[in-house]
């Protein structure tokens, strides 16, 4: 089922405006989500397509949070199985399907995962993997993701991983692994993809609005941008603030993971073709993945260290985890990548419930629904990105059931987001591989100014057209919202600066604020 561009999916600052002038009635809505990453907007998605009066509330930006810090990779599974694990790894699977097949075919695309073959990895290690591998393709024949968009996995020669990843240390290669998954264009996009969906089907989608206190029936809020105080009355609220979660729940007691990234520039690396996985030494199963980006960048992560204390706005990997990611990724690389290589770095905080496992790489990726015993607030924590939507549809249905709710049936496995379809013919190329069919909104705003078409810098391949587009359709509100969530040019240190000063230039209505990192 497609999707296309609507009034009704544009999110901008006025209707923010009146969605918040429409809530000071005393009708109260069947849900209030709270949490504007992926499993909030997840649920504000499903919940408004069944019908149900939503209004979600994020007190910063869209995927202001871990959903703008992944590894951008929706994952089948593969390293659950290697734990034995099948109900998540074929969750996984399923999902990933759903995913590229209907949902978001214009923002998840198969991305090629090679694991080559060196001294590191025993001859019975290998011959492990690759049956883990088979294992993975037999969940993909399951979950009937076609071979077509996602082909078997295979062993290639020495020579063949050469081509497909020209770093790639010679001595000792006898060859590599090669199997499939997906790859997001960028998280945060995804996200907003499936807010304007929501606010598409009726949902009330209001960045900038905190909520200070819960009741039985009742969220307070207060408007970040402008200090004025709300009340939301609700039959049911959702509580899917991530890692911020138990901050409005006592009941909630949660173990952070920490997960950084860091990024270097593609040539570093021979341009390579396809995503190079390196195993973690006394770790089977768990690895280090640098993953090619568009546009000249490469993503090597990730860490999975528990973290204690506050969650910072913006984090970024110690010293330790740059060490730690450079230390594995090396051991296949045929000259070293040093610290002076990484351009940008970022970092995540997963939602894991607190267990007794030894480190948090133990803890369960399994998602969780806990009711809190005094308000009836339903919280969700844990989860995977890859799981999202199979995280809201059981928390929508636990809505309906508690809430006696009338409601339609789920709906969300076939329901397309903006943007899938099939791009008019003609449209410029770069602009369909970020935006799907709202290509031709993008493009339309260079029709009269055909500067805005041209990219902000050199280096930079993001144009004023898009920047019009954050404003007026992706509810881009701050020059922050832009730059590091709208594109993900921001976390490039050197380009920063010189995004910002083009998004000030081409959006000047925009607000600045600062984030604190850590």
């Not at 270097?264 to 993953?291: K, N």
């Amino acid at each position: 089922m497609g999707s296309s561009t609507s009034d009704d999916a544009a999110l901008n600052g006025a209707r923010r405006e009146q969605d918040l002038a429409d809530l000071a009635g005393d009708e109260a809505v069947d849900l209030v989500v709270i949490g504007g990453g992926f499993t909030g907007v997840g649920v504000a998605l499903d919940a408004a397509a069944r019908g149900l009066s939503v209004v979600l509330i994020e007190r910063n930006d869209l995927a202001s949070g871990t959903s703008s810090l992944s590894s951008k990779l929706a994952h089948g599974g593969l390293r659950y199985l290697a734990k034995l694990d099948v109900p998540i790894a074929w969750e996984s699977a399923v999902e990933r399907g759903h995913l590229m097949g209907q949902i978001a075919p214009h923002l998840i695309r198969p991305l090629q995962m090679l694991l080559p073959l060196h001294s590191g990895v025993s001859h019975v290690d290998a011959t492990m993997l690759r049956a883990g591998f088979a294992a993975g393709d037999v969940l993909r024949m399951l979950a009937r993701t076609p071979k077509s968009l996602l082909p078997r996995p295979s062993r290639v020669s020495a020579a063949d991983v050469q081509q497909l990843a020209p770093a790639t240390a010679t001595s000792g290669l006898r060859g590599g692994l090669l199997s499939w998954d997906g790859q997001l264009v960028d998280d945060a996009r995804l996200v907003v993809a499936i807010a304007r969906t929501a606010a598409a089907h009726g949902a009330r989608i209001i960045t900038y609005a905190a909520a200070t206190s819960v009741e039985a029936d009742r969220v307070h809020v207060t408007d970040q941008l402008t200090g004025e105080r709300h009340t939301i009355r609700a039959k049911q609220i959702v509580n899917a603030a991530g890692v911020w979660a138990d901050t409005l729940s006592d009941d909630v007691e949660l173990a952070p993971s920490k997960g950084s990234h860091l990024l270097v520039r593609a040539e570093r690396l021979g341009e390579p073709s396809v995503a190079v996985t390196a195993p973690v030494p006394g770790h089977f199963g768990r690895f280090v993945f640098a993953v090619p980006w568009d546009d000249g960048l490469v993503m090597i992560g990730l860490t999975d260290d528990p973290h204690n204390g506050p969650i910072p706005a913006r984090a970024r990997p110690d010293d330790d985890e740059r060490s730690f990611l450079l230390e594995v990724i090396n051991a296949v690389l045929q000259e070293s990548l040093t610290p002076e290589d990484i351009v940008g770095s970022y970092a995540g905080f997963r939602p894991l419930l607190k267990s007794k496992g030894d480190s948090s790489s133990d803890l369960s990726r399994k998602h969780a629904l806990l009711r809190d015993p005094h308000t009836g607030m339903l919280t969700m924590v844990g989860g995977k990105l890859t799981g999202y939507r199979r995280m809201a549809e059981d928390a929508v249905d636990a809505v309906v059931k508690t809430g006696g709710l009338k409601a339609r049936p789920c709906s969300t496995t076939t329901l397309g987001l903006v943007g899938a379809g099939t791009p008019r013919p003609g449209l410029p190329e770069h602009l369909i591989r970020r935006y799907g069919t709202d290509a031709e909104t993008v493009a339309a705003y260079g029709a009269d100014d055909p500067a805005l078409n041209e990219p902000v810098r050199a280096g930079i391949p993001f144009t004023g057209a898009e920047i019009r587009f954050a404003v007026e359709h992706e509810l881009a509100v701050t020059v922050e919202d832009v730059i590091d969530r709208r594109t993900r040019w921001g976390l490039v240190d050197a380009d920063r600066e010189d995004l910002a000063a083009a998004v000030r230039r081409h959006a000047p209505e925009l607000i600045e604020t600062t984030q604190e990192e850590g």
